[in-house]
């Protein structure tokens, strides 16, 4: 019945009482004509009811509920164990306490134990490394997807005090995955994140005076990390690539402005 | 955050407990999965939750959720998806009589399997409207989607539910 098209996803909409007044009269003036339409809506109307008795939402865990309780409790004892009380919130080290607290609660063990291979490091790469560890594993490479840099770059505007570059590698084999607002040292940071084969680079930018070569920073069981600054800008770039192709890949970005 | 802030986000987000679960249940499909990406996203509401400036707090607290788990389905993405959606194959197994399963406890099962065939844009839909009980407008907000789509997909959902389930044996209310 051609008539009917026009009804078609207006009939769920008429059940559930979301329909404007308008289009409720010229349902229902359908509904008289077309018996199956009405049909349509008397299954819709025990479809509902059967879904509101029977599958009322779904009770989370005692279990659960516990564990989300504690996990915030979690969050706010690292917090207040760092940091002065009534100072800014969120100061990095709460950011690590609460990747920490993430990665525990979500993944267990061995996130556990990467944390502590973070903590063990300098502050500041430490941070970094966490930062990296978290963006693969808790499901947050990226908050803007895209292999175009045109589409990346201006994602940060508004979000950041300073511009990113965002560095053309595509043909030197370091493909653009996307851009990731992340926090490092208690600032908004932009992260540009590459791939090279299967490897995943997390490239961090701020804004800073120095001027410094491609170099290695540190390296801990298999992640490797490369700093560089130049031209107002400091790259840390973090992956599990060969710190030799980490370096070069630094040294391109830079050189990429 | 301080003490006051942590409780203000117990008090405001904890109540939304079990529509989060429901949410994440239904959007990965596993009890045990559901209950990280509810934890999960938990802590991400607590990192975000300066930023919350009021109004709806369910929706606000459901978006991060749905984020949660679509961004973790997508890195399992690579794992076997389950076969697509037959209608014709399902109507002849879920056709059972709804009373004999009634009385064996299985109506409930039966409509959560139909909702857990349905295809993901599809079964957001569903939960967020007959199982949450949320209006269209708020479903829009939480999926990002206009109005009009929201009507569009609940009607091709319902119509898939409608195919699938012995829905001319269901009761009214």
Request: proline share 4%; hydrophobic share 40%; glycine share 6%.
């Amino acid at each position: 019945m051609a008539q009917c098209e026009g009804f078609d996803i207006q009939l769920s909409a008429y059940v559930d009482g979301e329909l404007e007044e308008l289009g409720v009269a010229g349902v229902e003036a359908h509904l008289k004509e077309c018996p199956a339409c009405a049909r349509r809506v008397e299954g819709e109307r025990r479809l509902r009811a059967a879904f509101r008795k029977h599958l009322a939402p779904v009770r989370a865990s005692e279990e659960l509920r516990a564990d989300v309780r504690e996990a915030i409790a979690a969050a706010g004892r690292q917090a207040a164990a760092s940091g002065k009380p009534g100072a800014r919130p969120w100061r990095a080290a709460q950011w690590l306490a609460l990747a920490a607290t993430i990665a525990v609660a979500v993944l267990g063990g061995r996130q556990w134990a990467l944390w502590s291979l973070a903590r063990r490091t300098a502050p500041l790469e430490a941070e970094l490394l966490t930062a990296h560890v978290r963006s693969l594993q808790l499901s947050h490479l990226t908050d803007v997807p895209s292999s175009d840099h045109h589409t990346v770059k201006p994602w940060f505007a508004g979000k950041l005090d300073y511009s990113p570059p965002v560095p053309e590698l595509d043909s030197l084999g370091f493909r653009l995955i996307g851009g990731r607002l992340d926090y490092v040292r208690d600032r908004p940071t932009a992260v540009i994140v590459y791939g090279r084969r299967q490897h995943i680079i997390n490239l961090f930018l701020w804004p800073s005076g120095d001027s410094t070569a491609a170099t290695k920073v540190e390296t801990d069981r298999g992640y490797n990390s490369v700093h560089g600054a130049g031209g107002g800008i400091a790259y840390w770039a973090i992956s599990d690539l060969d710190v030799t192709e980490l370096r070069q890949f630094v040294d391109l970005a830079m050189k990429s402005r | 955050m301080d003490a006051h802030g942590r409780t203000r986000f117990e008090q405001t987000m904890l109540p939304h407990l079990d529509a989060a679960y429901s949410l994440a249940r239904y959007l990965v499909r596993d009890e045990h999965d559901a209950e990280d990406m509810v934890q999960d996203a938990y802590l991400r509401a607590l990192r975000y939750f300066e930023s919350y400036r009021g109004g709806d707090e369910r929706a606000w607290l459901l978006t991060i959720v749905r984020r949660t788990c679509y961004s973790w389905l997508k890195r399992r993405r690579d794992r076997p998806a389950p076969a697509a959606f037959d209608e014709t194959e399902h109507a002849a197994e879920l056709a059972g009589d709804p009373e004999t399963q009634a009385v064996h406890g299985d109506l409930r099962d039966l409509l959560s399997r139909a909702v857990d065939d349905l295809p993901i844009e599809f079964r957001e839909v569903v939960v967020l409207r007959d199982v949450q009980d949320l209006s269209y407008k708020e479903i829009a907000r939480i999926l990002g989607i206009p109005l009009g789509t929201v009507m569009s997909r609940l009607a091709r959902a319902r119509r898939r539910l409608q195919s699938a389930l012995p829905v001319e044996d269901f009761g009214r209310a």
